[in-house]
C-alpha cells in the first residue's frame, strides 16, 4: 500500500511540481516582457491566442493588456496580410523541431491606424515534441517602410521623368588607375534621350567607357568631369562635337555624384544654327548698307559731275548732251536700285501681284537683251543669243518675266572679266520652257551655291564694285519664278570656271494668232494740270516738262495753297505728292474731291510712297491713280490722257 501508496502519490506529485514550475516561467516571462522595452508577445499554438504581452507592445497596438489577451494575432494583422502570415506561423508551429520564423506585415491599431512591423518569432517544444508556446518580438518599421515607399516613388517619377525627358541624362562612375587617378567614366545609367543624342541604343551605354563612346572628347568634356569629380563644384557647359559624322552642340550641367557625375545634356544644336545665322544675316546686312551706299553714291556722285557740266556757259553742245545723257543713265539706274529694293519687299510680304497672260517667252528675251545690252556693251562681252524658231509659250507677267531675264543677264555681266561670253539659250524641254544663262566670269565657290539666291549674298563680296549691284537680283529672281510655279538652279564647276543659271517655267498652249494689232493712241489733249509738291525743283521740274508737251500748269507747295490754287486756277487733273506740310495729301484729295465732286476732276496721286497701304489710303481718300516716283514722263503722259471724259 505504502508502495502503492508511495507510488500513487507520486503520480500527482510530478503533476504539481510541473504546475508550480510553469507558474512561475510565466510569472518570469511577464516580468522578463516588462523589463524588455521591446515589444514582445507570447501566444498559444496552434490557434495564436495572445497569452502575455509587454507594454511596448500595448503601446504598438494601441489596445490594453486586457484586451489583447482577449485577441489574436490574426485579430490584429491586416486582413491583406492573413493570409500569407499565417501560413508562415503555421509552418513555424506545425515542425517538428524548435522553430523560427521571420514576417513582415501590417497590424491595424485600435484607432485604425496602420503600422508596419517585422515579427522575429521562436516556438517552444515540450519533451514530446508539442508546441506550447510561440514568443514573438516586435519592430515597429513604419517609418522604414514609409521612407522605402517614397524612395521607390521617387525612383518612378525619376525613371518617368527620364523617360519622357527631351534632354540626355546620365550618370557616370570613375574608373580609376592603379594609382587612383581618373582614367575614365563607366556609363552606370542613360535615358533613351542620351540615346538619340549621341545615336546609338541606350542599352549599350551601360557599361561602356566615355572614351569609347566620345573619343574625341578627352580634351574637352573628360577633364571637366574629372575637375567636377576632384573638387565637387558643379560646371555648366557648352560643348561642340561630332558624333557618326554630325557636328553638334550640347549644353553640359554636371555635378558629383558618389564617385562620379550625373550629367544633363541639352540639344542646343538648333539654337547655335540659329545663332550662327543671325551673325551671318547681320554680316550680310552690314555689307548690304555699305554696298547701298556706295551704289547710292556713284550715280549721285556722276549726276552732280555731269550737271555742273552741263551748267557751264562754255560747254560745247554735243558735251552738254552727254552731261545730260550721263544724269538720265545714272537717274535710271537710281530708280532700279529702289525698284529692287521694293520689289523685295513686296514679295517677301506676299504683296505682289502678277498679271498673268498667255505669252511667248521668246519676245520676253528680246527684250530683256535689249535692256541689259548696255551694261553688256560697256563690258565688251560677247552674247550668244539663241531661242529657236518656235514659240516659247508659258502663261505669266511679261514685265516680271523680263525682270528675271534682266537680272540674270546682269548678273552674269558684272561677274564676268572684261570681254567676256554670255550664252543665252531659251528652248521648250518636255512641259517646260527652259532659259539658261551662261558666262565665262567668275564662278561660284562650292560652299556657295546653296546660297547664292539668299537675300544680300554675294559670291564675291570683295571684288571691285564699280559695276554696282545690292546682292538682290537673284533672290528677286527665284522668288519672281517661284511666283511663276517655276524653278531657278545655280551651277559651277568651281571659281574662275564661270557659272550657268537655270530657269524652268511651265509651258503652256501654243498662242493663236493674233487678231489685229491696236490702233495707234489718239493724241493728247491739252490739260489744265495743278502740280503739288513740297520739292520746289521737282515742281518746277515737272511742271516744264508738261508745259513743253503743251499742258497748262499752276503750282503748289503745301496743303492750304494747293486747296486756294484748286480754287483760283479750276484744273482738270491734279498730280499730288503725299507727303506734304500742313495738310497731307490724303486730306488734300479728300477736300478737292469734296468741292469738285466724283467726276469733275481726276486726282494722280505722285509720290514716293508705294506701299499698299499708301495706295488704300489714296484710293480712299478719292484719287483716280497712284503713281510712284520716278516714273517715265511717258507712263505720266498716258495716266494725264486718260482723265478725258
Known amino acids: 500500500m505504502s508502495g502503492a501508496g508511495s507510488s500513487g502519490d507520486g503520480g500527482p506529485r510530478r503533476e504539481l511540481d510541473r504546475a508550480s514550475a510553469e507558474l512561475l516561467s510565466e510569472r518570469d516571462l511577464h516580468h522578463t516582457l516588462e523589463i524588455a522595452g521591446v515589444a514582445v508577445a507570447t501566444g498559444e499554438p496552434p490557434t495564436g491566442r495572445i497569452l502575455a504581452v509587454s507594454p511596448e507592445f500595448c503601446a504598438l497596438t494601441g489596445y490594453s493588456e486586457a484586451e489583447l489577451l482577449e485577441r489574436t494575432f490574426v485579430d490584429l494583422t491586416h486582413p491583406d496580410d492573413r493570409s500569407r502570415d499565417l501560413a508562415i506561423y503555421h509552418q513555424a508551429v506545425g515542425g517538428g523541431a524548435d522553430r523560427e520564423w521571420r514576417s513582415e506585415k501590417r497590424f491595424v491599431r485600435k484607432d485604425g491606424a496602420i503600422r508596419w512591423v517585422v515579427v522575429r518569432g521562436a516556438v517552444f517544444r515540450d519533451e514530446r515534441g508539442n508546441a506550447v508556446r510561440a514568443v514573438g518580438v516586435i519592430d515597429d518599421i513604419t517609418e522604414r517602410k514609409q521612407a522605402e515607399e517614397a524612395l521607390r516613388r521617387s525612383e518612378e517619377r525619376f525613371r518617368a521623368a527620364q523617360e519622357l525627358s527631351l534632354d540626355a541624362f546620365f550618370v557616370l562612375r570613375a574608373a580609376r588607375d592603379e594609382g587612383g587617378r581618373v582614367a575614365d567614366f563607366v556609363f552606370e545609367f542613360a535615358n533613351p534621350a542620351a540615346g538619340r543624342l549621341l545615336r546609338r541604343p541606350v542599352e549599350a551605354f551601360v557599361g561602356w567607357r566615355l572614351l569609347d563612346v566620345l573619343p574625341d572628347q578627352r580634351t574637352d568634356l573628360f577633364p571637366l568631369y574629372v575637375r567636377v569629380v576632384e573638387t565637387g563644384e558643379p560646371h555648366d557647359i557648352e560643348v561642340g562635337y561630332t558624333a557618326d559624322g554630325h557636328r553638334m552642340w550640347v549644353r553640359n550641367m554636371v555635378v558629383k555624384v558618389g564617385d562620379g557625375v550625373a550629367v544633363s545634356c541639352s540639344d542646343i544644336t538648333a539654337r547655335k544654327q540659329a545663332e550662327q545665322a543671325l551673325l551671318d544675316a547681320d554680316r550680310r546686312k552690314d555689307e548690304f548698307l555699305a554696298m547701298l551706299a556706295h551704289e547710292l553714291r556713284n550715280p549721285l556722285s556722276a549726276i552732280q559731275f555731269a550737271l555742273r557740266v552741263s551748267q557751264m556757259p562754255s560747254v560745247p553742245e554735243p558735251r552738254r548732251a552727254w552731261a545730260q545723257a550721263v544724269m538720265q543713265r545714272q537717274l535710271s539706274q537710281l530708280g532700279r536700285m529702289v525698284d529692287d529694293l521694293l520689289d523685295v519687299s513686296r514679295i517677301t510680304r506676299g504683296k505682289i501681284t502678277l498679271k498673268q497672260e498667255p505669252l511667248d517667252l521668246g519676245h520676253v528675251v528680246y527684250q530683256a537683251v535689249a535692256a541689259a545690252a548696255p551694261l553688256i556693251d560697256a563690258s565688251k562681252h560677247e552674247l550668244t543669243l539663241d531661242v529657236g524658231p518656235r514659240p516659247l509659250s508659258v502663261f505669266g507677267d511679261t514685265a516680271r518675266l523680263e525682270q528675271v531675264i534682266v537680272n540674270l543677264l546682269t ?199 508705294g506701299q499698299q497701304d499708301d495706295l488704300r489710303r489714296s484710293r480712299e481718300a478719292g484719287c483716280d491713280a497712284h503713281l510712284i516716283k520716278p516714273i517715265a514722263p511717258e507712263v505720266l503722259f498716258a495716266h494725264i490722257a486718260g482723265g478725258e471724259r
Do not use: C
Request: no cysteine; charged share 25%.
Open 411 to 609: 548678273n552674269a555681266a558684272k561677274y564676268t572679266r572684261e570681254g567676256g561670253r554670255i550664252w543665252l539659250t531659251a528652248r521648250p524641254e518636255g512641259a517646260e520652257v527652259v532659259v539658261r544663262v551662261k558666262d565665262t566670269g567668275y564662278g561660284i565657290p562650292e560652299e556657295m551655291l546653296p546660297r547664292v539666291f539668299d537675300l544680300f549674298e554675294q559670291a564675291h563680296p570683295t571684288l571691285d564694285r564699280a559695276r554696282g549691284g545690292l546682292g538682290i537680283g537673284l533672290t528677286l529672281v527665284k522668288r519672281l519664278v517661284e511666283m511663276h510655279s517655276g524653278s531657278v538652279s545655280a551651277a559651277s564647276e568651281g571659281e574662275g570656271r564661270g557659272s550657268e543659271f537655270t530657269v524652268r517655267l511651265p509651258a503652256a498652249e501654243p498662242l493663236g494668232e493674233p487678231e489685229g494689232a491696236p490702233g495707234p493712241v489718239a493724241g493728247a489733249l491739252a490739260r489744265r494740270i495743278l502740280v503739288v509738291d513740297d520739292n520746289r525743283d521737282h515742281a518746277l521740274a515737272l511742271a516744264l516738262l508738261l508745259e513743253q508737251a503743251g499742258h497748262v500748269t499752276a503750282l503748289a507747295h503745301d496743303g492750304p495753297e494747293a486747296l486756294e490754287a484748286a480754287r483760283s486756277f479750276v484744273p482738270e487733273v491734279v498730280l499730288l505728292d503725299i507727303g506734304l506740310p500742313k495738310m497731307d495729301g490724303y486730306e488734300v484729295a479728300r477736300r478737292m474731291r469734296g468741292e469738285a465732286g466724283a467726276g469733275a476732276l481726276r486726282i494722280v496721286a505722285f509720290t514716293g510712297y
